[in-house]
């Protein structure tokens, strides 16, 4: 049965200082001062974006610091933040969630990481294999949900020992700030099943996004729980298609097929994700189509994890509704091009997600 009307929640990303750029196209200097990532979340909110997600990684801001500055400088922006077990004992990340959570009325998400690529996550001194870095992350999880929801939460497992005698403060929100997780693997999808309060998905064809829909409602019925459901897309919509197609094809300029080969054949080596595993191996004609408006061209010349969905701002829009049908409740949404593709989902897209969020707000 298909869930209509149950879109909560427009999300952009919180881009590396890289990708930053003022309106003529020169690099943002974070070295003098806060004001422009003030003036850049602000401008989030203006433009009618429910939340932030900060994302965690080598290269990357701390999402502590960011999330901290943005929560003082607006007023209704949630923020999603992004952070990997491991790296953090979990009692002190609960601990840290909470006082964000009050410092910003209740405006507090937490993106789980389990990590998936391995240069990144032995740069950072995490050498755990794949399934053990799951098994820590459901430790991980079972921890802070205790601690935000128990005055006193003593616990022994494999990874972490508490050992509690003062009573914990409890976070604004209740039961406690939600919890985002993704993952293709069995291990992700059953911890997503016990724990995540969103289930996050990378775009995917309109009926392997259906499936998997299905199969985490299934898992999550046996522990009587209903997680609520986030896709994510890079977007690229231009006024036609036609010009769509030209900015896809100008951005594709520099990148050889030999250059594409060589980037996959590197990601394959470094990652674990079964999820990013998925995506490069969908079939696609010799466009790159591999659904409708869903296009793979890009995917191994950035190095992206994501497809990115293409064409008229019509049919972008369209494509998004009919995901929407499947029961998503998060959109998260990022531009191929910061900027310039930024504009064009604020400006065109927004507006139109915003009446069906509306409608889903009033039933």
Not at 185 to 197: G, R, T
Not at 259 to 265: A, G, L, V
Not at 273 to 298: C, M, P, T, Y
Request: proline share 4%; net charge neutral.
């Amino acid at each position: 049965m298909m869930a209509t009307n149950c879109l909560r929640e427009i999300v952009t990303v919180f881009p590396g200082f890289s990708e930053l750029r003022d309106s003529e196209g020169h690099p943002l200097n974070f070295q003098n001062g806060l004001e422009p990532l003030i003036r850049l979340s602000q401008q989030w909110e203006q433009q009618g974006y429910d939340s932030v997600l900060i994302p965690v990684g080598t290269g990357l801001p701390d999402p502590w610091i960011v999330a901290s500055v943005i929560s003082q400088h607006t007023q209704k922006l949630r923020l999603l933040l992004a952070l990997r077990p491991g790296f953090i004992a979990p009692a002190v990340a609960a601990r840290m969630g909470t006082t964000l959570d009050y410092f910003s009325q209740g405006r507090v998400a937490l993106n789980i990481v389990t990590g998936s690529a391995l240069n990144q996550m032995q740069q950072d001194g995490d050498f755990h294999e794949h399934s053990m870095r799951y098994q820590r992350t459901e430790e991980f999880l079972t921890v802070v949900r205790g601690v935000w929801t128990h005055r006193r939460f003593p616990y022994s497992g494999k990874f972490y020992q508490l050992q509690q005698t003062f009573d914990n403060d409890q976070p604004l929100q209740r039961p406690h700030p939600p919890i985002y997780f993704g993952g293709a693997s069995e291990q992700a999808k059953h911890i997503a099943a016990q724990q995540a309060d969103v289930y996050m998905m990378w775009a995917e064809p309109l009926d392997k996004i259906r499936a998997r829909i299905a199969e985490i409602r299934e898992l999550a019925a046996r522990y009587k729980r209903e997680p609520g459901f986030s896709i994510s897309f890079r977007i690229l919509a231009r006024d036609t298609a036609e010009e769509a197609w030209e900015a896809a094809q100008q951005a594709l300029q520099g990148f050889s097929q030999q250059d594409k080969e060589r980037t996959e054949k590197y990601y394959l080596s470094v990652t674990e994700s079964v999820g990013q595993k998925r995506i490069l191996a969908f079939e696609h004609d010799k466009d790159g189509w591999v659904d409708k408006n869903l296009w793979a061209g890009l995917t191994c010349a950035i190095w992206s994890h994501s497809l990115l969905l293409l064409g008229s701002v019509d049919e972008v829009a369209k494509r998004l509704n009919d995901y929407l049908d499947l029961g998503i409740s998060t959109l998260l949404l990022r531009g191929h091009a910061f900027m310039q593709d930024g504009d064009v989902i604020a400006t065109k897209l927004l507006p139109r997600l915003r009446e069906r969020l509306i409608q889903a707000q009033v039933r």
